[in-house]
């Protein structure tokens, strides 16, 4: 009985580890039908960013700082969109709402908000990688 219990373990352990990989952040809102629906990002590693980048063009990188931060070092092919602007511009210049959107600030508190409003408004493959003082490859100066 002893070793069945040690598989169980190995097992939901793997599994853990498998899914604990991206946080899933989901919350419900209020639709204008008073209805509720859930609405999801995900949170991933500068590392798993930079592999996505690495790995295909269809993404969007998108820095939700201010344009002073932008200007003193983004990452290279990242659009602005202030995060307090992101329900006003986002329509317009992310019109595709199923492609990657990664998002970072400077923290990563900025982000987290930024990717919330994007799942809000019906984007689908939303990334929030945090910010950029924990990002350790090159930025544009």
Partial sequence: MQKGKKNLFAVLAFVIFLYGCGENVAEKNKTADNT?????????????????????????????????????????????????????????????????ILVYCRSGRRSAIAAESLAALGYEDVRDFGGIIDWPYEVIR
Avoid: C, N, W
């Avoid at 999801?40 to 931060?69: F, H, N, P, Q, W």
């Fill in 36 to 100: 509720e629906k859930e609405t999801a990002y995900m949170t991933i590693t500068a590392e798993e960013a930079k592999e996505l980048m690495d790995s295909t063009a269809d993404y969007v990188l998108l820095d939700v700082r201010e344009e002073d931060e932008f200007a003193t070092g983004h990452i290279e092919g990242a659009i602005l969109i202030p995060y307090e602007s992101i329900e006003e511009r986002a329509e317009e210049e992310l019109p595709d709402k199923q492609q990657t």
